[in-house]
């Protein structure tokens, strides 16, 4: 009779055991569940500010490269220009470094897209209206929406084999240099018009 009670004790005790290891497993699971959307949350914030850092570069050279600037006189401009620069340098000091995980694939297709783009940076010399052109092309093929005009079907074959975060990051380069292209075009545009203007001499 002893040794049946003894057999029961251990059975009971073994049974509140148990269930204390799965209570204990189910709190660590949760706090390694909330700790993963703290992570999430620190990347997120990692790519806000790494596109804070890039748009803030942006738009002090915009400003550098306005058209007011060749509007005012050189001691101004050079007054400007290292106010500029003072706050290129300060930015430049903020560092943010996000690493990507990508499978060997994923590296190949982002190899790719990196190379196609840099192939039209490099020509944009040469021919600014068939490089922005061919900037639109490929940022369309990076439109999760219908894309306003065409499409480079072999770039956009390349792009769904990078990874998510490359993805964002390869829309936003091709995005801003859309932008800096549209703006020297810009320029060009008005420096062209103002020598077309005709000249008044005043004849003494």
Do not use: W
């Given at each position: 009779?002893?040794?049946?009670?003894?057999?029961?004790?251990?059975?009971?005790?073994?049974?509140?055991?148990?269930?204390?290891?799965?209570?204990?497993?189910g709190l660590l699971l949760q706090t390694l569940d909330d700790l993963e959307l703290r992570v999430e949350a620190?990347?997120?914030?990692?790519?806000?500010?790494?596109?804070?850092?890039?748009?803030?570069?942006?738009?002090?050279?915009?400003?550098?490269?306005?058209?007011?600037?060749?509007?005012?006189?050189?001691?101004?401009?050079?007054?400007?220009?290292?106010?500029?620069?003072?706050?290129?340098?300060?930015?430049?000091?903020?560092?943010?470094?996000?690493?990507?995980?990508?499978?060997?694939?994923?590296?190949?297709?982002?190899?790719?897209?990196?190379?196609?783009?840099?192939?039209?940076?490099?020509?944009?010399?040469?021919?600014?209206?068939?490089?922005?052109?061919?900037?639109?092309?490929?940022?369309?093929?990076?439109?999760?929406?219908?894309?306003?005009?065409?499409?480079?079907?072999?770039?956009?074959?390349?792009?769904?084999?990078?990874?998510?975060?490359?993805?964002?990051?390869?829309?936003?380069?091709?995005?801003?240099?859309?932008?800096?292209?549209?703006?020297?075009?810009?320029?060009?545009?008005?420096?062209?018009?103002?020598?077309?203007?005709?000249?008044?001499?005043?004849?003494?």
């Amino acid at each position: 009779m002893a040794q049946v009670k003894v057999k029961a004790n251990d059975a009971e005790n073994k049974f509140f055991r148990s269930t204390s290891m799965a209570d204990r497993s189910g709190l660590l699971l949760q706090t390694l569940d909330d700790l993963e959307l703290r992570v999430e949350a620190l990347r997120e914030a990692a790519v806000s500010m790494e596109q804070e850092k890039e748009t803030l570069l942006e738009l002090i050279q915009n400003v550098q490269n306005s058209l007011d600037m060749k509007h005012i006189s050189d001691g101004e401009r050079e007054e400007l220009n290292l106010t500029a620069n003072r706050l290129i340098g300060r930015t430049l000091t903020v560092a943010v470094s996000l690493e990507t995980i990508r499978s060997l694939q994923q590296e190949e297709s982002l190899s790719k897209a990196t190379a196609l783009i840099d192939e039209v940076v490099n020509k944009v010399l040469e021919d600014l209206g068939s490089a922005k052109n061919r900037l639109m092309v490929l940022y369309n093929a990076c439109s999760s929406e219908a894309p306003q005009g065409p499409v480079d079907q072999k770039f956009q074959s390349i792009i769904v084999g990078c990874a998510l975060e490359d993805q964002k990051k390869i829309k936003n380069r091709l995005e801003k240099l859309i932008r800096n292209v549209s703006s020297a075009d810009r320029s060009i545009s008005f420096l062209d018009q103002q020598k077309a203007k005709p000249c008044n001499y005043s004849h003494v």
